[in-house]
């Protein structure tokens, strides 16, 4: 075959490719497939509860280990997570007042608080084991500080201003 010849050949295998490959896509149309990902995320569940109760998550032996909810009087709606032989870790909780707090309690109980209270007043507490506040910091509301520390019996250590 001559080079004039091996150049008509090239040029036809091209046509035909194009012509076939065209033709392929009308007659042999089916859906795309796609991968889809394997699903692994836990089922969300939605839930409404009528009276002052909660809704609670537990472990596969029936420990709690988060609770949503609210107080028996319904004043108080509160998260609690990281459960520790039956008590709550973290709780972060608001009042009806606009009245908002997060306490981190510690394997011994003591705790430290961070709050907002209705009248503007942010700050945090510190409460020990037998849940006596030990020390607070505050800015109240026209944002001048407040300091005070407290001995065993609730006696004011130290006050500033």
Known sequence: MNQKGSGLMLVLALAAGLVGGAISGRFIASDPV???ETSKRAKIIEAEFVQATGFQVVD???IPRAHLGTRPDGNKTSLS???????PRAVLGNLPDGSIALSLIGPDNRSMSISWDA???MGIML???NKNIRGQFYLVSDGSPSLTLQDNNG?????AP
Request: glycine letters at 20%; aromatic letters at 8%.
């Open 34 to 36: 796609n991968a889809q």
């Open 60 to 62: 596969k032996n029936g």
């Open 81 to 87: 997570i990281g459960y520790e032989e039956g008590q």
């Open 119 to 121: 009248g503007g007043r």
């Open 127 to 129: 409460v020990d084991k």
């Open 155 to 159: 006696k004011v250590l130290f006050k």
